[in-house]
Structures are given as structure tokens and as C-alpha cells.
């Protein structure tokens, strides 16, 4: 009778926590904050502004720069120029990308304001570059981390003489992986493919005032793929439009709903901030 009554406990204890398990892994991980409830639309876009926000944050950081407009480093750190391979041993990267495992090619090409050709970049004659770059590696905000490769096909003008701005023109594409977006505790997770479009973007130079683009805009749109676990992925589309004035913000349309950029945020932390009104 005795072994009978503790083979009846054990049976009702190992059912017991085997309830328990299965209820931990019902409320979990990134499948279960989407098993929970539906994806909120607010959280949604502001996932996918943040992603192109930082990708603004460095084209801000490199666009200033004396020479390379592109990924940040002088034009004779280009892997190619004019076609041809640089002889210059210098790391294709912007400065501190491969201290963190960031992958990148490039190549450029010089032209005059008569638009011929030229071998090398030259501060006072070069009148336009054209600069083609892909960069990958992992980047990582307030919560938030992921795997990004931008590839960019840019055009910039107005560098003849003793230039105070410069112009920027182009497009390219994005794709982000393992997407991870942390609140309260949950994690929402995607992959992304996008394309963008940057139209006479105006760049002061460094040390000149304003420091922020003074005029242009940036036409973006992602499709996201929402990593849903058992009840399967979902897509998500967003389009948005990021447009400079010359002041430390820049305005950005998220399907619809406006969001400011801070320009002046540090690396590693969050730029989105609320529409002021007025």
C-alpha cells in the first residue's frame, strides 16, 4: 500500500512539473511575446526607425569628413580607385569598424568640373566623386542589436576649391539579420530587406556651422520579416521619409507617423525622440 501511495505522488509531481515547464515555455523568448499578443504598430515602426536611424547617424559621421564622404576614411584607403587596386595598405573600413569584426569594400572615382577623369582625389581640382561601399558587421544600440550589410552608390558634388558643403546623391540597399528589439523583458526579433534613396542631401563640411545636413531628404522602405516561432513568420512593410533643416534634428515619417531623429546622439545609444509640437 505504501509503495502504491508514493508511486501516485511521484506521478502527480512529475505532472504537476510538467505543467510548470510547459507554462515557462509558453511565456518565453521572442515566439512567445509574439504568441501573446499581436505585434502593436507603434512598437513596429519605431523598430524600424531606429534601424535606419543609426544607418543616418553614420552617414552623418562620414559625410563631414575632409576626404571620404562614403565610410569615413581618405579616398587613398579605398579598396579600388578608379578602377584600379590601391597600392596604400590601409584597412577599408572606417576608423574602430574592424576592432569590431566590420567587413568593407569600396571603390571610387574622381572627376573635375569639366568632368574628365582623374587618377587621384585632388582637395582644390576634385569638382565630384562617385563612391560605391558595402559594409557589414554587427551594431548594437539601446536595446537593440543586429547583423547589418549597407551597400551604398553615392555621388557627391560640390568639392572643387575651398568648399564649405557638399551634396550627396544616391541609393542603395540594406539587409538586417537577427534583428533584436528589447521592452520589458521581451524581445521582438526580425529580418529585413530595404532600399533607400538620398536626394540632395547638403553636408556642411567638419568645423563649419551648422554642423548638420542643412537641407535634403532620405526616402527609405524596409519589408520585415516578423520571427514568429510556431504560429510562423509574418511580413511587415514600412516606408519612410527623413528630411534635414540644419539643426541637430532630423524629421522622419514612419508610415505616417512623425518621430525625430537627434543627430548629436552618442554611439550605443537610443537617437529616437518625440515630435515636438509646434
Known sequence: V?????????AVLTTISLLVLSACGDSMGPDAYQREKPLNSNEFNMDMALVAADAVLED????GSEFDFSIGLGFEAATSVNDKKSSKKFHPCKPGHHKIGWSCTREVSFFNEAG??????????????HAVTDISGDVSRERWSALVNRERDMTITGLAGENTHRTINGS???????????KNG????????GSFTKTDVVMPVRGATPRYPISGTITRS????VINGKKGDREKSVVMTITFDG????NMVVNGEEIEIDLTTRKGKNPLRKKKSG
Open 247 to 250: 539643426d541637430s534634428t532630423a
Open 116 to 129: 574628365n577623369s582623374q587618377n587621384d582625389y585632388d582637395k582644390l581640382t576634385t569638382a565630384r566623386v
Open 60 to 63: 552623418i559621421d562620414a559625410w
Open 222 to 225: 524596409m519589408q520585415a520579416t
Open 186 to 193: 521581451t524581445v521582438r526579433e526580425y529580418d529585413m530587406t
Open 172 to 182: 542603395g540597399t540594406v539587409e538586417v539579420s537577427k534583428s533584436k528589439h528589447l
Open 2 to 10: 505504501i509503495m502504491e501511495l508514493r508511486q501516485a505522488r511521484n
